[in-house]
Structure formats: C-alpha cells, structure tokens
C-alpha cells in the first residue's frame, strides 16, 4: 500500500492572441509586431483575476501547510513569470517565498508552454537547458525534474530531456502507456538495450543484453496517477459525481488503500479557487487533508526525495512515439483532432522556420510564444461536442464569441498569416535588398547609369 505520497502543481498563464486579427505594417518593429499579435490588455484582466481568486489564497494556503510540514512540488512557466513581472511583482514574491521554503522543490516547466519540441527537437533541448538556469535566477532554486508542456511525453521527449540533463522527469500515467503497469512505481524508459554489434558477425538470439552505462544516469519516471489526481482536478466539485462531496479522510483513505510504492498527484495550480471555487469548499479540503494522511502513515515528499527513495526498485516503461498527455483523453488529438487545429500547427512551423532564416532573436522569440500549446487548446472545441470539446470552450476567452465559431477560427488563422508576413522583412537576403547592398558591378559600368541620368538633369 502506498506510504509516500508527492504533489505537484503547475502554474501557467498563456499570451493570449488579439481577435480580430491586426494588420501589420512592413518593417514593423518587433515590439510594434508584438502589439498587433497579443492582446496584452486582455491578458492583464485574466491575470489579475486569477490572481485574485487563485495565486493570492492558494499561495498563502500552501505556505501554512509546508510550514506545518507538508512537502510539495511546484513548476512556472516562464509565460506565468514574465507576466507576474510587468503586472503583480508582489505576487511573484509571494511565490519566491513559497519557493524558498525547505519543504518545496521547484519543477522545471517547458518555458512558454509552447510545441517547440513537435518543432525542433535540438531546440527544445537548449530551452530546457536555458529554463533552467532562468528559474534559478527567479526563484534561487534550480530544478533537477521537469515537467514538459501539458505533461507531455514520448521516447523522443525523453531522449531529449535526457540530453537536457535532468534527473527525473514527469508524465501522465494513462493506461494506453501503462499497459499492465501500475502508475504507483518508479520508472525509466529504455532500461535494457542490445549490445552494440562490434564485428560483422550475424546477430543471434542468443545476443547477450546489457545495461549501457550511460542509462545509469537517464531521467527517472513518475507517473501522475490519473484517477485519484482528477478526483480533485476535475471532479471536486462536480454534484453528479458519485464521489460528491469529496472529504479529505475519504481521499486519504484511497491514497493510503492504492497498491503500489508511491503516488503522485498532479493539479493545475488554478485548482484552487479558480477550477473549483472558495465556497466548493477546495481550501478547507487541502488544509484538512495532511492530518489526515499523517494518521493514515502516508508522508509527503517532493518529487526528487520521492525519486531518491526508490531508485534502487526502478522499472522499465516503454515510452510511445506519439506523445502522451495529461490533457483530454490523454493523446495528442486533443491539440492537433480538428483541422483548424492542424492548420494553425502547420502556421506555427512556418512561423517557426522563417523566424529562424532571420537570425533575429527577437523574431524567434515571437515564434515561440505564437507556439504556445494554448492556441491549439482554445479551438479544441471545433466541430466537436462532449466533455473536453466544454472545457476547451469554457478557457476560450468571451470576446471571441461575438466572431462566431467560424470567426474565431478564420481570426486566428489570420493572426499567424499576418505574423509570417511581417517576419519577412527581417530575412537576411531581404534585408541586404532594401539596403542596396547587390553584388557591386565593375567601375565603368556602375558609373554609366549615374551619367545618364545626370545628362538627363541637365537637359531638363
């Protein structure tokens, strides 16, 4: 029976687009590029709500528990950090001082919650590298897990975070990916591989296996359980649930009663107080449920002290090549199951390549944020009906509707022609055009045309 428990929560804000689309001018400046993409006033407002009836009371929740000696794990995109910055400082100190506490353990989050890794996969691996060293100087903790964008994961993925450096990395424990495992274990992928074949001699069955000395130091697997981090993610408040009203000895109870090693509970930090409401009764739950596990004989760590435990007891997973995710029904058809979704990945790799013809790092620094896994979400819902095609429709922001479904969708699509467009007048070649700056002609024949005309002045 589970006896050591770890929680994590996340907390992520997107850069919402501006719709309708804005046209941009040629020659835009960057900033004056960023103006027309991102509805920064729109952003504010969700921001500060939010932040008003999560980040402030949920924060302040959290300090008391960890002070009382609960341990927990929290990740930031940098998408949330940035805004905190420009809007809220107080409440980045707030987090800086949740993050300093003993018992909490910072999580290294994908920095914009963007799709770089279905872009460029090398990429990805020095943002991660740079997300590191970024939260580092934010929070003055450096992060040693990950978590990927919506919990992604796949073989590649972790490949690449393996290449990143990171000791342990999370994913979301969906049976396709378990099989017959159970989420409650610790896990690598890739544990066994064949020996490298040193002569030309024929391969037999009889091949010995042996452990690369370089997967000694892959990244570790924790596995989000599913049922019982939903059980509070999504349905807490949910009256037709059959787990209505949930109380914390009740959950306490399925922690302690799940078989296995371990467990680990993964929330949105939105959570509290803004999925699930004050009056639903979601804070006086969390505070209510350390007692409870305590008298149950279930200890919360933090994921590294969780993967330091059982790492002498590690099992293999095999990971899939389509990535799996915490969001929907756990696959990748949640962000990419329609075509308006499809197309705007599409846009997003254009955006992506031009912005790297341009060599500008303030051009890939719009591409990364028009790459945000957010855009992909808020359409989710196109041509769809039922439970996820609800969610998605609800995180759309309500000025949109006033376009319509179609609007929204032919809106959007916009933004991301107008941003390419813009992108090409920082192309090198283009660039070298506007400044005249052609491969030079010999002297005589430069010098010609220059007469012409000036014989031409004259007689006028």
Avoid at 217 to 227: G, I, K, V
Avoid at 242 to 252: D, E, V
Avoid at 282 to 299: A, D, G, H, K, Q
């Amino acid at each position: 029976m589970v006896a050591d428990l770890a929680i994590y929560t996340v907390v992520h804000q997107p850069r919402r687009l501006k719709l309708p689309a804005q046209p941009i001018p040629r020659g835009a400046s960057a900033e004056d590029i960023a103006h027309c993409l991102f509805d920064e006033q729109m952003n504010e407002r969700y921001f500060r709500k939010v932040a008003k009836y999560c980040y402030y009371p949920a924060t302040r929740m959290f300090l008391d528990l960890v002070r009382q000696g609960l341990r927990f794990s929290i990740g930031f995109s940098l998408s949330f950090v940035r805004q905190a910055q420009m809007w809220d400082p107080d409440l980045l100190d707030l987090f800086r001082e949740l993050v300093a506490e003993d018992n909490v353990e910072l999580i290294g989050v994908e920095p914009y919650h963007s799709f770089l890794f279905l872009l460029d996969l090398p990429a990805f691996v020095q943002r991660m590298r740079e997300m590191v060293d970024e939260l580092e100087d934010v929070f003055g903790k450096r992060p040693v897990v990950t978590d990927t964008t919506e919990m992604c994961m796949s073989a590649s993925l972790y490949h690449a975070l393996d290449a990143a450096g990171f000791q342990g990395a999370l994913l979301d424990g969906r049976p396709w990916v378990m099989g017959w495992r159970e989420t409650s274990h610790l896990y690598r992928y890739g544990g066994e591989i064949a020996a490298p074949l040193l002569t030309q001699k024929p391969v037999t069955r009889s091949r010995r296996v042996v452990r690369d000395a370089a997967q000694e130091s892959s990244p570790y697997l924790l596995a989000r359980h599913l049922d019982l981090s939903d059980d509070v993610g999504y349905r807490f408040s949910n009256r037709s649930w059959a787990g209505f009203p949930l109380y914390a000895p009740n959950y306490a109870d399925w922690i302690a009663d799940t078989w296995g090693d371990l467990a680990l509970l993964g929330w949105d930090y939105e959570t509290f107080g803004e999925h699930h409401r004050l009056d639903s009764g979601i804070f006086e739950f969390m505070r209510s449920l350390p007692r409870e596990l305590e008298r149950r004989n279930v200890t919360t760590y933090t994921a590294s002290e969780l993967i330091a435990r059982h790492q002498e007891n590690t099992y293999d997973l095999p990971l899939p090549v389509f990535p799996t995710t915490w969001a929907g029904s756990g696959g990748m058809e949640f962000f990419l199951g329609n075509s308006a979704q499809q197309a705007i990945l599409q846009l997003m790799g254009h955006i992506y390549g031009v912005a790297r013809l341009t060599e500008n790092p303030e051009m890939m620094d719009l591409a990364l944020w028009l790459a945000q896994s957010d855009n992909l979400h808020l359409i989710q819902w196109f041509g769809r009906s039922g439970p996820e095609a609800e969610v998605s429709a609800y995180f759309t922001p309500q000025e949109w509707w006033a376009l319509g479904a179609n609007g929204v969708i032919h809106e959007q699509q916009q933004v991301y022609m107008n941003a390419l467009h813009a992108m090409e007048s920082y192309l090198p070649t283009r660039l070298r055009r506007q400044a005249g700056l052609k491969k030079p002609r010999s002297r005589a024949r430069s010098q010609a045309p220059v007469a012409e005309l000036a014989a031409v002045a004259s007689s006028a």
